[in-house]
């Protein structure tokens, strides 16, 4: 019988919010095994190779490198045809959505790429829907799209983005694949991955850029994967749809509340500083547009 995994992730400072999801995953009693992570799990090799960039502070924790190999080495729990599941410790995991998360687990087996993935794309097929889906031409840098070599392929640039934040994968070869590209950019040219400026001219439209998420994304399109949507994680509120209607996922498993929890004084810190990073980076950006 096969099994189902789900393994998250953060640095020492969030072990509040990695001990809350470990609690929900266990109280929904739907996983063989719940591994949440922290820095001191990754593989020794792994943490000396990326030692400067993993540090505490750092955006992403060394910009998610430690993502796809966090979730290979789940992979070394799982037998072929089991599920793992990577959720961001940020998440909270709903009892109510039990169905849709077999569900979920289905479509990943039956996937010939062996991965499921959210796409900003609609759902209910509200107006609100369209006005909130987002191209990967917005939030992929120009390096990124010629290092896949995707600069006229509309059919990438121009859809939804797939996110990187809920990922369902069935234990095979052509999963772990795609995996292990994904970590092999971070250990290609980091500059595709952080906020060092586009060396190849971003395509028109592009906001920012955004790390693992654009390089997942873009393989995700290359490979074939299965999406739902990214609107059963995080759905807007009609009257401020820069917030999230929770009311509208009462039977989805994932809600993307990003609940990152360090403490009271620390999540002040941690809220001003990166007010702080995204002020410089967006200041940056309109110097190098204004050129």
Known sequence: MSKTLLVTFADSGLQRSLHRIAAQAREMGQFSEVIAACEHD???VFR???????????RG????????QIILQAFRSANQGDVVIYCDAGCHLNPGGQQRLDEYCCMARASKSGILAF???PWLGRPEENDLVLPDRAWTKGDVV?????RDRPD??????IGAGIIVFKACHQSRTLLEEWLRVFETDFSLVDDTPSRSPNLPGFREHRHDQAVFSILCKLNDVATASAFE???????NPR???????????FWAVRDKDRGRVRNLIGFVTQAAKSLAARSSLLKQLSR
């Open 42 to 44: 990754l593989d020794t």
């Open 48 to 58: 000396k190779r990326f030692a400067s960039r993993l540090r505490p502070g750092s």
């Open 61 to 68: 924790f060394g910009y998610w490198a430690w993502k796809p």
């Open 119 to 121: 796409q900003n794309k």
């Open 146 to 150: 010629d290092y896949f070599g995707v």
């Open 156 to 161: 990438v640039t121009d859809t939804g983005t």
């Open 233 to 239: 994680y995080w759905y807007p509120n009609l009257r």
């Open 243 to 253: 917030r999230a209607d929770w009311r509208m996922l009462h039977d989805r498993p």
